[in-house]
């Protein structure tokens, strides 16, 4: 069984960069497509990037287009998140999650095994 573990989240200013990582254990990761979602105090959980198994096929949610970028190195084990142009509204737990469906990327129920979180805080 897969366990994901991400790292990089904290405080930062707006305008600023972080780089999140995801590290995959227990499994190779390499066969299956990632995403990364975040859920901020009282709001539903958002979708944030997906990316397919070899890296070729990303999406984004709407939000975060131009400014995030979602990449995986899969000699590593590990899916990455560049957040560019941090924005107070950005402030979430990030969570990153493996697929195992059909269901489309964007949506949670496509996903069967979760990381724990990271928090990013943006301040103004």
């Known amino acids: 069984q897969v366990q994901l573990v991400e ?12 780089r999140l990582s995801c590290a995959a254990s227990g499994r190779t990761i390499s066969n299956s497509g ?3 979602f975040r859920q901020a105090p009282g709001k539903a959980r958002e979708f ?14 709407d939000s975060v287009k131009g ?9 590593k084990n ?13 402030t979430a737990v990030y969570y990153c999650a ?3 469906s059909l269901l489309p990327p ?6 069967d095994t979760w990381g724990q979180g990271t928090q990013v805080a943006v301040s103004s």
């Open 7 to 18: 790292s990089g989240g904290g405080l930062v200013q707006a305008g600023a960069s972080l």
């Open 34 to 36: 990632m995403g990364w």
């Open 48 to 61: 944030v990037a997906s990316i397919n198994y070899s890296g070729g096929i990303t999406y984004y949610g």
């Open 67 to 75: 400014r995030f970028t979602i990449s995986r190195d899969n000699a």
């Open 78 to 90: 590990t899916v990455y998140l560049q957040m560019n142009s941090l924005k107070p509204e950005d």
């Open 98 to 100: 493996r697929k195992n």
């Open 106 to 111: 964007t949506v949670a129920g496509a996903y």
